[in-house]
């Protein structure tokens, strides 16, 4: 295939060199002129955006950045990979991954600024919607920037964003805007793209209603309640996305998104063509699956805990545990304790149960243990009564293999796309966001009956039992956010769902994220951690950058 460069000093004046990209190697000017030249610079701005399922690429990035610092996941040891400081908060700032999704993010933004700038609206329907696609992507990239750099936007909207730059002139070197002026950008642009785009295409391409479906998700960030449920009403009213069925949710990411229902937009990554060997892409690093990937990330416990509450929930069958060989029955839980340096730390503990009079029972420090059940509504507990008296509930299983003392719970929603073992066409939006975002505006707004129905429709189709009022003991916003941590996990929402809602991240989990000196338990909403350094090579580029604190 061919390549495009753009230069621009702001991103370091490095070419864009994405091997799938349908560019020649010339000058963007020159395919300005050129009849295709429209379809050629919009396709290249997917294709920066997309990245190369490695390293390489926007969203592969991005997506570290959202997912591992938030409280789904933990890792069974150290890495020299960049994304270790999202992970365990101590972020630096020359980290490469960084620099790559600033780069990248501002090269699609200059090849969409291109499009926007230089072609006529209104010529015909054919090349409105291609106008409109480079607007849609364009405020996803700000969108993504601009909650990755800086606060949350009901933090305050005159805190510094990032730069917003809507020309293609090299020598336009704008500041950081603030966080408001980006969102009011962000919707502008979806805007405009949704009056634009009038043509139904494949949801590897936006469309009108993506760019309603990301105006949802904006306006619920804004906290703009009664847009943000306008928005999720279009989309879903649109009749053209459905739920996927029970069955075929733990599916979903084996199926490409063009035959699938409920994707609104994603990434289309082929398996000719995007795919080598699967090592560097997104799902490598929650299984292996074939022999075929490092699979040494794993659910935190307190997600396991959150979805362990209804065996039967169909989002289960996307944790796949590695059973060891042969199958021996163990009582398993986690325990909080102390490190060698006298630090708090959460282990997994594993022990062999074995029957006796029809009881069960393990032993630990050469005392035997007896399983109690405890029968509730939705399931069976077990637990044992420790040598201080108190209750520890526990689960009972076959053993599961281990690293570095973490169990393999191995993730399958980032994998096994057409079969390949880690394939993946990474979503952007899909219609079950849409009744969340639905669902939680309506919690904000105090309207139970709308948001327990909202949330009722996801859990329907979990196979898990529907709400009739509030539980007790919880706030119907928290009902709203249980519910998204266990539809959206493992898609990069999670973050941004605790720190937009003023609440601290709570990492009391076992996980290497505890390693070290002084790590982080819990992350306050208010921490500066909660946005990411501007990359020190851009800085050192474009002086006018202000860096975010220490």
């Not at 760019?211 to 009749?239: P, T």
């Not at 996305?241 to 990411?253: A, D, G, I, N, V």
């Not at 074939?290 to 959150?306: F, I, K, T």
Request: net charge neutral; with cysteine; glycine share 6%.
């Amino acid at each position: 295939m061919k390549k495009i460069f753009i230069s621009l000093v702001m991103v370091s004046l490095v070419s864009c060199n994405i091997d799938r990209s349908p560019y020649d190697s010339k000058e963007s000017d020159v395919i300005l002129n050129d009849p295709t030249g429209l379809q050629t610079i919009t396709l290249g701005n997917y294709a920066l955006l997309k990245g190369d399922g490695g390293s390489g690429g926007f969203y592969n990035n991005l997506y570290r950045y959202n997912e591992y610092s938030g409280d789904n996941i933990d890792i069974s040891g150290t890495t020299s990979d960049n994304f270790f400081y999202y992970y365990n908060y101590k972020n630096i700032k020359n980290n490469y991954r960084t620099n790559i999704t600033w780069n990248t993010g501002y090269k699609a933004i200059i090849g969409c600024n291109k499009i926007i700038t230089r072609f006529a609206q209104g010529k015909d329907a054919d090349t409105d919607q291609l106008i409109g696609e480079n607007y849609f992507l364009r405020a996803y990239v700000y969108f993504s920037l601009v909650n990755m750099f800086g606060r949350p936007y009901n933090q305050g909207p005159a805190n510094l964003g990032v730069p917003l730059k809507t020309s293609d002139d090299v020598n336009d070197l704008p500041p950081r805007a603030t966080v408001g002026a980006v969102y009011d950008q962000v919707i502008s642009d979806l805007k405009k793209a949704e009056q634009l785009m009038t043509i139904n295409k494949p949801n590897i391409y936006a469309t009108k209603e993506a760019a309603q479906a990301l105006l949802s998700r904006v306006y619920l960030y804004m906290e703009n309640n009664d847009q943000a449920i306008e928005y999720a009403n279009k989309v879903i009213n649109s009749g053209k996305f459905s739920l996927l069925s029970k069955t075929e949710l733990p599916l979903y990411s084996t199926k490409t998104p063009e035959i699938n229902a409920e994707t609104i937009f994603a990434f289309k990554f082929n398996k000719d063509g995007d795919y080598t060997d699967g090592w560097e892409s997104i799902g490598s690093m929650y299984s292996t699956i074939q022999n075929v990937g490092w699979g040494e990330m794993y659910p935190s416990s307190s997600y396991l805990d959150l979805i362990n509450q209804h065996p039967e929930d169909a989002r289960l069958k996307f944790i796949s545990p590695k059973y060891a060989s042969p199958q021996v029955p163990v009582a398993y839980w986690v325990q909080k304790g102390t490190n060698a340096s006298g630090g708090i730390n959460y282990n997994y503990i594993f022990q062999k149960t074995f029957q006796q009079n029809g009881n069960t029972y393990f032993t630990m420090d050469n005392v035997n243990y007896q399983v109690y059940t405890e029968v509730t509504p939705d399931k069976t507990n077990y637990y044992f009564i420790n040598s201080s008296g108190a209750k520890v509930y526990i689960y009972l299983d076959y053993d599961i293999e281990k690293r570095n003392g973490y169990p393999k719970f191995f993730v399958l929603k980032c994998s096994l796309q057409e079969g390949v073992p880690q394939l993946w066409s990474p979503l952007v939006v899909r219609l079950a966001e849409m009744y969340l975002n639905r669902a939680e505006a309506y919690a904000k707004k105090g309207n139970t009956t709308s948001a327990l129905a909202d949330v009722n429709v996801i859990r329907t189709r979990a196979g898990i039992p529907t709400y009739t009022s509030v539980p007790a003991g919880q706030t119907l916003l928290n009902v709203v956010l249980d519910e998204r941590r266990l539809e959206l996990a493992f898609e990069g929402h999670r973050r941004n769902d605790v720190y937009r809602n003023k609440l601290d991240m709570n990492r009391q989990y076992p996980g290497s994220h505890l390693n070290g000196t002084n790590p982080f338990y819990t992350i306050p909403y208010t921490h500066n951690r909660v946005v990411e350094y501007i990359p020190e090579q851009q800085i050192q580029i474009q002086p006018n950058l202000i860096q975010n604190p220490d």
